[in-house]
């Protein structure tokens, strides 16, 4: 587990998974979530993200690029841009970025994940049809 997760980002990561963990394999779950190049979504997520839609995430897309992993500023300027709040905007986002509705908080997960990664997911989403990015 530990080689997927980047030497600085260790001790994050452990902060941001514990409350999701009870056993190893959990910590190992959540490596491969957001360190792993492939994007594996469960079908909560993925329904999730089929249900916001592209347009959500040309938003989102567009929101990272201008604020990276600043939380607050990114979740504002995409509440303004989508009109949505709520869970309708936090769990289409935790879903494009994990492949899951559930775990770590979605603060913690931007913090983590890789610019790059962040992006690639959250471009496949916006792409129509998206349901594996």
Known sequence: MWERVPGPLKEDFVAAIR???RFP???LFWAERLFGMDWVGSADGQAVVAAAGP????HALAA?????AAYQPLIDELRQRTGVKGKNLFMPLRSALTGETHGPELARILALIQPETA????QACA???CAKP
Request: proline content about 9%; overall charge positive.
């Open 19 to 21: 409350p999701n963990i």
């Open 25 to 27: 394999t959990n910590a």
């Open 55 to 58: 347009e959500f995430f040309e």
């Open 64 to 68: 990272y690029e201008r604020h990276g």
């Open 119 to 122: 992006r690639r997911r959250l």
């Open 127 to 129: 792409s129509p049809g």
